[in-house]
């Protein structure tokens, strides 16, 4: 075995896998296809792109993601850290600059001596070391091939999508406002106001308007938690009066009443010169975009930074093929990591690539692991649900309370569910910061450990 690990994507998952391998001292292979080569998601060379929304979800701890997120920051997490570093006003959600973001990361992997990156595309999985697959559910090609050959599965996939971004200055601020649902942080949303003949025909023309061909899309597998607005629509009139439509927590000041629906749009820069439509992924034709968009009151002139896009995401049957400690159980040299993996969205595809590397490192140093994955904490839940070999019909999942253990107390009166979801937070941020001392442990050997 050689004196190095392979990591191959420099994704999230990637990105956090590399750099904790080097702190634990071990010489990273990073193999990354761009510049050489980009999948229709990308924009940037830069690593830990994010290709959809650059919010990374709720902050509180009452919220399984906000949970995740500061499980991770205790345990030194390069994507947390720069998730920091590059925040920008989102009301109670972490939203990013995202050029900002990806910089950070790319700096902090290429600025450490212990990785070597590696640019080009991958298409065999390598065998001269221990070696973690993260290419994401963007991964095509030859490597796609001999990954599904080693593994025996038919194609696992869904359909995700971004929705688009509009240049600030092109917004009519006349018929837009600025404000947080209910109220909640400073006015860090545009919101777009719609009365209800408004939004009647935007909805007609939105179920009919011309969608892009997405090779496989007729099956209409799509990722719920990030469906094309237009799939939402076709469900029903009021389903997006439901959703990203939703009007409630919003006064319209030009009426002083609540909306019949809104369209909320985020901050993508911190320049404050880009802003996205929130909860409006798509596969409409580009023109189709711009014309149905453009009946949005304050949208009617929006010049476009980014149109939205569907692409198709990739993953394995994990419980059939995956350990806790996200080895291949044909393989325990062999470990996945991200969305790949079964695991939906920005944080929990972080908190793989983590898992992955504290696991490998053990692996390397021929060390028995002393963190167990169980359902005490969300990123152990994660690692057990795409695991767990009594799952039949396989699907991926995000981060939410609902896969934590039970506490074993019931919860009762009018803050029932608010305390028992900072019970949970607190169970797990105690067992959370156990694993930073075993951690940090392993940490501190590397001056004696490296090869």
């Given at each position: 075995?050689?004196?190095?690990?392979?990591?191959?994507?420099?994704?999230?998952?990637?990105?956090?896998?590399?750099?904790?391998?080097?702190?634990?001292?071990?010489?990273?292979?990073?193999?990354?296809?761009?510049?050489?080569?980009?999948?229709?998601?990308?924009?940037?060379?830069?690593?830990?792109?994010?290709?959809?929304?650059?919010?990374?979800?709720?902050?509180?701890?009452?919220?399984?993601?906000?949970?995740?997120?500061?499980?991770?920051?205790?345990?030194?997490?390069?994507?947390?850290?720069?998730?920091?570093?590059?925040?920008?006003?989102?009301?109670?959600?972490?939203?990013?600059?995202?050029?900002?973001?990806?910089?950070?990361?790319?700096?902090?992997?290429?600025?450490?001596?212990?990785?070597?990156?590696?640019?080009?595309?991958?298409?065999?999985?390598?065998?001269?070391?221990?070696?973690?697959?993260?290419?994401?559910?963007?991964?095509?090609?030859?490597?796609?091939?001999?990954?599904?050959?080693?593994?025996?599965?038919?194609?696992?996939?869904?359909?995700?999508?971004?929705?688009?971004?509009?240049?600030?200055?092109?917004?009519?601020?006349?018929?837009?406002?600025?404000?947080?649902?209910?109220?909640?942080?400073?006015?860090?949303?545009?919101?777009?106001?719609?009365?209800?003949?408004?939004?009647?025909?935007?909805?007609?023309?939105?179920?009919?308007?011309?969608?892009?061909?997405?090779?496989?899309?007729?099956?209409?597998?799509?990722?719920?938690?990030?469906?094309?607005?237009?799939?939402?629509?076709?469900?029903?009139?009021?389903?997006?009066?439901?959703?990203?439509?939703?009007?409630?927590?919003?006064?319209?000041?030009?009426?002083g009443e609540e909306p019949y629906a809104c369209l909320q749009l985020r901050q993508d820069d911190r320049a404050t010169s880009m802003f996205n439509l929130v909860g409006f992924q798509t596969r409409l034709k580009f023109p189709e975009q711009k014309r149905v968009f453009g009946?949005?009151?304050?949208?009617?002139?929006?010049?476009?930074?980014?149109?939205?896009?569907?692409?198709?995401?990739?993953?394995?049957?994990?419980?059939?093929?995956?350990?806790?400690?996200?080895?291949?159980?044909?393989?325990?040299?062999?470990?996945?990591?991200?969305?790949?993996?079964?695991?939906?969205?920005?944080?929990?595809?972080?908190?793989?690539?983590?898992?992955?590397?504290?696991?490998?490192?053990?692996?390397?140093?021929?060390?028995?692991?002393?963190?167990?994955?169980?359902?005490?904490?969300?990123?152990?839940?994660?690692?057990?649900?795409?695991?767990?070999?009594?799952?039949?019909?396989?699907?991926?999942?995000?981060?939410?309370?609902?896969?934590?253990?039970?506490?074993?107390?019931?919860?009762?009166?009018?803050?029932?569910?608010k305390d028992k979801a900072n019970a949970l937070a607190e169970r797990s941020l105690n067992v959370i910061d156990d694993w930073c001392n075993i951690v940090e442990e392993l940490r501190d050997k590397r001056g004696d450990l490296i090869v």
């Amino acid at each position: 075995m050689q004196n190095y690990v392979n990591v191959i994507g420099a994704g999230l998952a990637g990105s956090e896998a590399a750099y904790q391998l080097a702190l634990f001292g071990i010489n990273v292979h990073l193999y990354e296809m761009k510049p050489v080569k980009r999948s229709e998601a990308h924009h940037s060379d830069d690593f830990g792109e994010l290709v959809c929304s650059n919010s990374l979800k709720a902050e509180s701890l009452e919220n399984a993601t906000g949970l995740l997120k500061e499980e991770m920051r205790r345990l030194g997490s390069l994507i947390m850290e720069a998730a920091d570093n590059s925040k920008i006003p989102a009301g109670g959600a972490l939203a990013v600059d995202r050029n900002e973001f990806s910089q950070y990361i790319t700096k902090a992997i290429k600025n450490n001596p212990l990785i070597e990156v590696i640019e080009g595309e991958v298409n065999d999985i390598p065998d001269d070391a221990i070696t973690i697959i993260a290419t994401g559910p963007l991964t095509d090609g030859e490597l796609y091939d001999n990954i599904f050959k080693m593994l025996g599965d038919q194609d696992l996939h869904f359909f995700d999508a971004a929705a688009p971004i509009v240049t600030y200055e092109s917004i009519d601020m006349t018929k837009a406002f600025k404000a947080s649902r209910y109220g909640k942080g400073s006015d860090d949303y545009i919101n777009c106001p719609m009365n209800k003949e408004e939004y009647l025909n935007f909805y007609k023309e939105l179920i009919s308007a011309e969608r892009a061909d997405v090779k496989g899309f007729d099956k209409e597998v799509v990722f719920e938690g990030c469906m094309p607005i237009e799939v939402m629509a076709s469900r029903g009139e009021d389903t997006m009066r439901f959703g990203p439509l939703k009007p409630v927590g919003l006064v319209d000041p030009r009426t002083g009443e609540e909306p019949y629906a809104c369209l909320q749009l985020r901050q993508d820069d911190r320049a404050t010169s880009m802003f996205n439509l929130v909860g409006f992924q798509t596969r409409l034709k580009f023109p189709e975009q711009k014309r149905v968009f453009g009946m949005i009151p304050g949208l009617e002139n929006a010049e476009y930074y980014r149109m939205g896009v569907m692409h198709r995401n990739t993953y394995i049957n994990s419980p059939k093929h995956l350990n806790s400690d996200y080895s291949l159980r044909s393989n325990p040299n062999i470990f996945f990591a991200g969305q790949i993996t079964g695991v939906e969205g920005y944080i929990p595809s972080t908190c793989s690539g983590f898992m992955a590397s504290y696991f490998a490192a053990n692996r390397f140093y021929g060390f028995t692991p002393k963190i167990v994955p169980d359902n005490t904490t969300v990123m152990g839940a994660l690692a057990c649900y795409i695991s767990d070999k009594n799952v039949t019909k396989f699907q991926p999942m995000n981060a939410n309370l609902g896969i934590l253990g039970s506490l074993g107390v019931k919860f009762k009166g009018k803050t029932a569910k608010k305390d028992k979801a900072n019970a949970l937070a607190e169970r797990s941020l105690n067992v959370i910061d156990d694993w930073c001392n075993i951690v940090e442990e392993l940490r501190d050997k590397r001056g004696d450990l490296i090869v």
